[in-house]
């Protein structure tokens, strides 16, 4: 993979995981627009995992280990190529 791809998949992995976290905090403070943060944030970081997974020549079902964020991250990092 190149570096330019490696960096929009780092760039989607932890911006996703971080609007995803900060959606979930505007909801608890009562901002109605929380919850679209939080579902932008979360198709973001499942991007970056689905590219990291293809990256890895694995299935697609490891995609879903990006919804976990940085435990479901550790997970997809110990996969071999």
């Known amino acids: 993979m190149t570096k330019k791809k490696s960096a929009h998949r780092i760039a989607l992995l932890w911006f996703g995981a971080i609007l995803s976290i ?14 679209i943060a939080t579902v932008i944030g979360v198709v973001m970081a499942t991007t970056g995992c689905y590219l990291w997974t293809r990256d890895k020549n694995r299935a697609s079902g490891f995609t879903l280990w990006g ?5 479901g991250y550790l997970a997809i990092m110990s996969l071999k190529r």
Do not use: C, H, K, Y
């Open 22 to 35: 900060s959606g979930n905090i505007a909801i608890e403070i009562g901002r109605p627009d929380g919850a």
């Open 67 to 71: 919804l976990l964020a940085p435990i």
